[in-house]
């Protein structure tokens, strides 16, 4: 699927793990501020993306409660009722608790794309006996709430410019997932390689690929390699969002490796990425690295 280039592309951090008031501006890079009534951070995540040229928003994923989404909403100035499509990364609850409240602020129906495997009933089983869950996506409850649900299990372009990536292909020797993770299906309980993961992609004029992801489940290198397969496009200038490197701390170093190799302008890596990560990244590519944090805005 060849990408078209847009422009005028603001992408702004509305909820995350981080929040830091007085984290300064740098090119390309606002920051809240500490002159405003404060965001909220939680263990979450949602990136609102506008396209200023052709006057249409994005909503990437919706928090881990129906707190911070609508709060940060509202501070950051953004209106439900201007968002035209919500991408929903996969079906995990810090992703997706907030889509109804979202849903019932817009007062539309609203397109929501999102991989079937979102619905599965999920768990968590641990090597010493214990268990979390099941976790459940309502469907039904997404559509009383004014969802349009778009199921996609390939590329989806979203609008000129920009695309739903679908399910990301697993390529890397290192990226293997988590092995805790389960689904129920007919009574059994099955591995779960989080199938559903995808991210967005915006081929930005003269800059190249800004790739979001919202977990990375499929690793985030990975991401990449298919963002740049489905787009035709080489260069990637960006790539934000959760890296998922938290319970994969033996996956830093070669992801950095992979990353320099790719060699992007911005590397902003929020959520899930962990402290590990984050300490190693802002070390190693000090010149490419931005810390995430509520109110965050990229200009592209």
């Known amino acids: 699927m060849k990408l078209i280039e847009t422009n005028d592309v603001t992408i702004t951090t509305v909820v995350d793990n981080y929040s830091d008031a007085l984290l300064k501006p740098t090119e390309g890079v606002e920051r809240y501020g500490a002159n405003r009534d404060p965001l909220l951070a939680e263990h979450g ?63 539309k129906t609203i397109p929501v794309v999102v991989h079937p495997d979102a619905f599965l009933e999920r768990w968590f089983l641990y090597a010493d006996g214990s268990r979390m869950g099941p976790w459940l996506e309502n469907a039904q409850e997404w559509e009383q709430a004014g969802a349009q649900i778009v199921c996609v299990e390939e590329p989806y372009e979203l609008l000129p410019g920009c695309l739903a990536t679908g399910p990301v292909p697993r390529r890397t020797d290192f990226e293997k997932g988590t092995a805790h993770r389960y689904y129920r299906k007919a009574g059994e309980m099955i591995h779960d390689p989080v199938n559903d993961d995808q991210g967005i992609v915006v081929n930005v004029k003269g800059k190249g690929l800004v790739i979001i992801s919202g977990c990375a489940h499929a690793g985030i290198v990975n991401t990449v390699l298919y963002a740049q397969e489905i787009t035709g496009v080489r260069e990637v200038h960006a790539v934000i969002g959760g890296f998922h490197l938290l319970d994969a701390p033996a996956n830093v170093e070669r992801t950095i490796a992979e990353l320099k190799r790719i060699g992007p302008t911005l590397v902003v890596p929020a959520h899930c990425t962990g402290f590990l990560a984050l300490r190693r990244l802002a070390v190693e590519m000090p010149n490419e690295f931005v810390l995430s944090a509520v109110g965050t805005k990229l200009l592209f």
């Open 45 to 107: 995540l949602s990136m609102h993306i506008r396209f200023a040229a052709v006057g249409r928003e994005i909503l990437l994923d919706t928090g881990f409660t129906k707190v911070a989404l609508p709060h940060n909403l509202s501070r950051l100035e953004i209106d439900p009722a201007n968002v035209d499509q919500v991408v929903i990364s996969h079906g995990h609850r810090d992703h997706t608790t907030g889509l109804t409240e979202f849903l019932r602020m817009a007062r």
